[in-house]
């Protein structure tokens, strides 16, 4: 059950009947700027998948954001992720261009961050973000963040770790 809504966006399960709308959003290469690639279309199919095994195994994932009048926004929610070998629960988001710029990231992160304090048995949220992503930093810190770490491993450059208590 994803969160209720906010005062201007709802939130919603992705399907495959999203595909399309997804690979619009993952498929931009200014939302995609700080990752390796924009996604393709059967990369998006399989995001779309991903999130669907984690709301079953979690009853969470990224869901769907639209604004109240059903228009699409982008996606935000709740993952596992790795962060330096200690599998953590993470706040993630994907804003479409047109709507950038406007406070719906950290209204709809805001959202998540009260969702996993309420409904899920943990007691950090973390969100790991490329170093050049400013605006995603402070998202994170507008929802209570701090940066608390870089995230080791395969990536180049290393992430940064924003974290707090719930």
Request: with cysteine; aromatic share 8%.
């Amino acid at each position: 059950m994803p969160p209720g809504e906010t005062s201007r966006v709802r939130f919603r399960e992705m399907t495959l009947a999203d595909v399309d709308l997804m690979t619009r959003l993952l498929g931009d290469p200014t939302v995609m700027r700080f990752y390796p690639a924009p996604k393709t279309r059967e990369e998006t199919a399989a995001w779309i998948a991903w999130n669907q095994a984690n709301y079953a195994e979690h009853g969470y994932g990224l869901w769907i954001i639209e604004s109240r009048e059903g228009e699409f926004i982008g996606d935000c929610g709740l993952t596992w992720q790795d962060v330096n070998g200690v599998a953590k629960l993470e706040v993630g988001y994907h804003v479409a261009t047109a709507w950038q710029g406007r406070g719906i990231a950290t209204e709809a992160a805001g959202a998540c961050r009260d969702y996993a304090r309420d409904q899920v048995d943990t007691s950090e949220l973390v969100a790991i973000i490329h170093p050049g992503n400013r605006a995603s930093g402070r998202v994170a810190e507008k929802i209570g963040m701090r940066r608390v770490a870089d995230r080791r491993g395969g990536r180049s450059p290393a992430h940064r770790v924003f974290a707090m208590e719930l």
